[in-house]
């Protein structure tokens, strides 16, 4: 039905302003979520179950290898919703210490025609101590959840350091699995944070705090090299594993596009796959790597597991396609499976390389 309904869905979503068809789509998850038969239908609409999607890495058990990725679900507020769609885990956050407007709006840009956004949200979010009451009350959520921690905007750079480290100490114990993103384009400074030095501070900090596995999400805007050290580093600095990439500022790869904020999406799927294959080049079989860009289809999803991703997440492309993405994408794999002969998705991780 999920295929019927979304391209209904979708014309009116899209005549709203992107943050509020955001907010439109998201109470009506967390209403079918709630309603009576809700959980049920939605299961069987948009869950596929099968044994061979099965992840076991970071230490955690994953039912497949599709995640939500960050800035979705900012604030927490749908951790109960994410295993009804089918979802193989769900990243939350950007989470900072005190709870921050972001950046004025509007701050969010569709580009159809490339099936992109562009966003300058700049970690709007609800702030440290609500996130955790509400993980409270719904974790643990049946599927691994992470938390993508940011910077608050007016932390300076300096001590920055205290910002993730306070996040850990108040959300250790609520999740699975934490992120230092100092890749988001949309707060000044924090990609200067994207440097050896600050990444082996910030995990030495860090680690000692949690035994929940930390990783670090990565910008595609550098030379592979640049970024390929900085992997090295995080690595070298116990990061249990790397997630590439966040979104680009590079406007040129989209007619049309504003000069801020990051681009996500179609646009994004080659510079994402590039700056993967660098870093699996260099850290597959040293670490968990997890790819992030562009993804919006079984085929993409297969080429970054076949080059090294042991997970991979969407965002844009769930925005475009409905949350039937998902479903969609495990669907997929199984039948990439069945034509390599290859048993499982876990067994596929690397083939390539
Ligand atoms: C509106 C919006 C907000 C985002 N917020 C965050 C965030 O808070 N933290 C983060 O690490 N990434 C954030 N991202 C980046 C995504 O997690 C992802 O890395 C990027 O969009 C590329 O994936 P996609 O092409 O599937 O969207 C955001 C993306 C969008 C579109």
Known sequence: MHRLLYPLLKPALFQLEPEQAHAAASAALRAAALAPFGPAILRSEFCLADPRLAVDCLGLQFPNPVGLAAGYDKNATLVRAWPLLGFGHAELGAVTPRPQPGNPKPRVYRHPAQETLQNAMGFNNDGLDAVRARLQRTYPAGIPIGINLGKNKDTPEADAVSDYTKLIQGLDGLCDYFVINISSPNTPGLRGLLNEAFIAEV???????????????????????????????????????????????????????????????????????????????????????????????????????????????????????????????????????????????????????
């Open 203 to 353: 995990f030495g900090a860090c680690l000692p705090l949690t035994q929940a596995p930390v990783l670090l999400k990565v910008s595609p805007d550098a030379e592979p090299d640049t970024i390929v050290g900085l992997c090295r580093a995080a690595v070298d600095a116990g990061a249990a594993g790397i997630i590439a990439t966040n979104t680009t500022v590079d406007y040129a790869l989209c007619p049309g596009a504003k000069d801020f904020g990051g681009l996500s999406g179609r646009v994004l799927t080659e510079r994402s796959f590039a700056v993967f294959q660098a870093i699996a080049a260099e850290l597959y079989g040293k670490t968990t790597l997890i790819s992030v860009g562009g993804i919006d289809s079984a085929d993409e999803a297969w080429r970054r597991i076949v080059h090294g991703a042991s997970l991979v997440q969407v965002y844009t492309g769930m925005i475009y396609k409905g949350p039937g993405l998902v479903r969609d994408i495990n669907a997929g794999l199984l039948e990439r499976l069945e034509a390599e002969g290859i048993a499982t998705i876990q067994e596929a991780t690397g083939a390539a390389l």
